[in-house]
């Protein structure tokens, strides 16, 4: 058994396309394309329909570029797909994804016991050294719960009900999609970590996302300042207002009650 992995890309971006089977070729997994939305190509009647400026001043500390406003669709269109689908769990990465250790014995492990998955978001991309409390452990890794998450979306394994419960939100964007996953009392998916990273960013991979982030920048160094103080002080806010506590979060019920629990704090 395995898991079913997408990878999302720009259908005319070769070079990564080339490189990420590449990869999946040598580790022998196998892997389909989801085509990224260009962000130049939304327009800005579209935008509109897809981005909430005014409630980004409230949410976030500066305006969105349309490379992430269309990450964020591009994601939320695999999404569609998995809640959609019968598997219980996919892998799922971007196209400047790279795996700095073997996935395959923690994939195998996974597949078998997806259905307790189902539920959860497993990011791949980076660890949690806060606040951490290790729920499992699969494949030789520790599963860590942590109100602290580190960013990106680079890789992460999803199940088929956390992706129909994010895509039921359904909110216009307001912050980039990395951030959005941190505000968990909003969206209510268990998201875990490893307690060693798995993927990363290829070194040779330019972001297109960062590459536009400094374009929004708002106005004057004060008024960035400001936002950035709110925007810190909301976050803070909602997550010591709600403390997390494996045992009171339902959609942990299948990791907790199955063999092999183990639970220390990290």
């Given at each position: 058994?395995?898991?079913?992995?997408?990878?999302?890309?720009?259908?005319?971006?070769?070079?990564?396309?080339?490189?990420?089977?590449?990869?999946?070729?040598?580790?022998?997994?196998?892997?389909?394309?989801?085509?990224?939305?260009?962000?130049?190509?939304?327009?800005?009647?579209?935008?509109?329909?897809?981005?909430?400026?005014?409630?980004?001043?409230?949410?976030?500390?500066?305006?969105?570029?349309?490379?992430?406003?269309?990450?964020?669709?591009?994601?939320?269109?695999?999404?569609?797909?998995?809640?959609?689908?019968?598997?219980?769990?996919?892998?799922?990465?971007?196209?400047?994804?790279?795996?700095?250790?073997?996935?395959?014995?923690?994939?195998?492990?996974?597949?078998?016991?997806?259905?307790?998955?189902?539920?959860?978001?497993?990011?791949?991309?980076?660890?949690?050294?806060?606040?951490?409390?290790?729920?499992?452990?699969?494949?030789?890794?520790?599963?860590?719960?942590?109100?602290?998450?580190?960013?990106?979306?680079?890789?992460?394994?999803?199940?088929?009900?956390?992706?129909?419960?994010?895509?039921?939100?359904?909110?216009?964007?307001?912050?980039?999609?990395?951030?959005?996953?941190?505000?968990?009392?909003?969206?209510?998916?268990?998201?875990?970590?490893?307690?060693?990273?798995?993927?990363?960013?290829?070194?040779?991979?330019?972001?297109?996302?960062?590459?536009?982030?400094?374009?929004?920048?708002?106005?004057?160094?004060?008024?960035?300042?400001?936002?950035?103080?709110m925007y810190q002080a909301k976050f803070t806010h909602?997550?010591?207002?709600?403390?997390?506590?494996?045992?009171?979060?339902?959609?942990?019920?299948?990791?907790?009650?199955?063999?092999?629990?183990?639970?220390?704090?990290?």
């Amino acid at each position: 058994m395995s898991i079913k992995a997408v990878i999302l890309s720009l259908p005319d971006d070769v070079e990564r396309r080339r490189s990420c089977g590449y990869e999946f070729d040598r580790l022998g997994l196998q892997h389909e394309f989801c085509d990224a939305i260009p962000g130049e190509q939304i327009n800005t009647s579209e935008l509109k329909g897809f981005y909430d400026a005014d409630m980004n001043r409230i949410k976030f500390k500066r305006p969105l570029s349309r490379n992430e406003v269309a990450c964020t669709l591009g994601h939320r269109l695999i999404w569609k797909a998995i809640a959609d689908s019968q598997d219980p769990v996919t892998l799922v990465l971007e196209d400047d994804a790279t795996f700095v250790q073997d996935p395959r014995g923690f994939l195998e492990e996974l597949a078998e016991r997806g259905a307790h998955f189902e539920d959860v978001m497993i990011k791949l991309d980076g660890v949690s050294r806060r606040n951490g409390q290790v729920i499992k452990k699969v494949g030789g890794q520790d599963l860590v719960l942590s109100d602290h998450l580190p960013p990106r979306t680079t890789g992460y394994i999803i199940g088929r009900r956390a992706a129909a419960q994010l895509l039921a939100l359904d909110e216009r964007i307001a912050r980039p999609i990395d951030i959005d996953l941190k505000f968990y009392w909003e969206h209510n998916v268990p998201i875990l970590t490893l307690s060693e990273q798995m993927v990363a960013e290829r070194a040779e991979a330019t972001s297109t996302i960062d590459h536009c982030r400094s374009r929004t920048k708002p106005g004057s160094p004060l008024s960035r300042f400001v936002r950035n103080l709110m925007y810190q002080a909301k976050f803070t806010h909602g997550r010591l207002s709600h403390p997390l506590n494996p045992d009171m979060i339902d959609e942990l019920g299948p990791l907790l009650q199955a063999d092999n629990r183990v639970r220390n704090r990290v």
